[in-house]
């Protein structure tokens, strides 16, 4: 039990440590900026798999798209096989958002992490390849 209670904990802390690095740069919102990720992760997706993905219920991604798409950070383009469905893409513009998020992100991290000792860098090293194990479990 202790264990499980230790993981839990450790679980928040690597969240909220994660998470206040990784927040959007310019005016999207947290949500919109997941959701452009997620469309540029899996190439495309009809809006209901945007959805299930980002787990939130269609007419708020239906929100969501449209301010993207008013953007111009997203596209819709017709479904090839049911012409009832669309399918929506991060646009080349959207692609360059996400791009330029990461490069201020990374920025903003190497930053950070040149102000640590050569020791506790190594110790992050190791803490990122545990993290990449657990990501692929």
């Known amino acids: 039990m202790a264990k499980r209670v230790q993981a839990a904990q450790l679980a928040v802390t690597l969240r909220d440590a994660i998470t206040r690095q990784t927040r959007p740069v310019g005016d999207l919102t947290a949500t919109q900026f997941s959701a452009l990720t997620s469309l540029e992760l899996a190439g495309a997706l009809t809006p209901r798999e945007l959805a299930d993905a980002e787990r939130v219920q269609p007419p708020t991604m239906t929100k969501i798209v449209a301010k993207l798409e008013e ?3 997203v596209q ?9 469905q669309v399918i ?3 646009t080349v513009r959207g692609r360059d958002v996400l791009a ?3 490069r201020a992100r990374d920025e903003w991290l190497a930053r950070r992490l040149a102000d ?3 020791e ?3 110790v992050l090293q190791r803490a990122a390849e545990i993290l ?6």
Not at 132 to 137: G, S
Request: proline share 7%; net charge positive.
């Open 71 to 73: 953007r111009g950070l």
């Open 76 to 84: 819709r383009t017709p479904h090839p096989t049911d012409g009832r």
């Open 88 to 90: 929506l893409s991060a």
């Open 100 to 102: 330029q998020f990461e």
């Open 116 to 118: 640590l000792t050569g």
């Open 120 to 122: 506790e860098r190594e």
């Open 132 to 137: 990449n194990r657990v990501a692929r479990a």
